[in-house]
């Protein structure tokens, strides 16, 4: 068990149109990081959201946004599919008050996009 | 930014074999590394961490890593292998200090490994 919950598990969506994906963290942690996994790569950082604010954000293109609710729960959301987006999104949690030498990430199992 | 570059895209072992995987970062500054396990159909693990001391690691599994600062490199070592050790191995980094650009991680592509019973 991760921890980390994310749903759902499989989508598959048009392109051009929009999805929202969904994670949990693992209980007592208050910091998502959304990253994508295209087949054959290491998951690249797409953004990290802590007290509901996006703290940091990777080379992604405004199309994907996010949001964090009050109970640290978070969503990706990506507009305008491409075809290019076809990937596994992992949400990964982290407690804010670990320092910069303690900070470590939980993942989830990931979302599974495929757009046609 | 900074980047991590893993050697081996597969590697194939018998049982017993010892293992060795490649890990180089590139980062002017201190550092925070990770090796990930991902088992078919699971998340993603961690393996092992390291923050500051000791450069040598152990982690779950009998996994152990090296923190060579002068070679930029953190490889991942187990004396040997089993076929449940099947699976793929990321080694990742993230600049240690507090602020912005501090909370990615930096992944690199991955290494699968492959054990034959």
């Known amino acids: 068990d991760a921890g980390v919950t994310q749903s759902p598990t499989h989508l598959i969506k048009t392109r051009g149109q929009q999805v929202t994906l969904r994670c949990s963290p693992k209980s007592g942690h208050d910091t998502v990081s959304w990253y994508q996994q295209a087949l054959g790569q290491g998951p690249q950082f797409i953004f990290q959201y802590y007290e509901e604010e996006e703290r940091q954000r990777g080379n992604f293109p405004d199309r994907f946004s996010g949001h964090q609710f009050p109970n640290y729960s978070s969503e990706l959301n990506v507009n305008a599919l491409l075809l290019g987006d076809s990937a596994l999104y992992l949400c990964?949690?982290?407690?804010?008050?670990?320092?910069?030498?303690?900070?470590?990430?939980?993942f989830g199992s990931g979302t599974r996009l495929t757009v046609v | 930014a900074q980047s991590v570059s893993q050697h081996n895209h597969h590697v194939i072992l018998s049982e017993a074999a010892s293992l060795e995987l490649g890990c180089n970062y590139s980062y002017g500054g201190t550092v925070n590394l990770f090796w990930y396990v991902q088992y078919p159909g699971q998340h993603l693990q961690l393996l092992l961490k390291?923050?500051?001391?000791?450069?040598l690691v152990k982690g779950i599994k009998g996994f152990e890593a090296e923190f060579i600062k002068s070679k930029f490199s953190f490889n991942l070592r187990k004396p040997s292998v089993q076929w449940s050790d099947t699976a793929e191995y990321f080694c990742?980094?993230?600049?240690?200090?507090?602020?912005?650009?501090?909370?990615?991680?930096?992944f690199g592509k991955g290494t699968k490994l492959s054990v034959i019973p």
């Open positions: 990742a980094v993230n600049p240690s200090y507090s602020g912005a650009g501090s909370y990615q991680l930096t």
């Open positions: 390291y923050f500051s001391g000791d450069p």
């Open positions: 990964a949690s982290s407690f804010r008050l670990l320092g910069p030498n303690e900070r470590y990430y939980t």
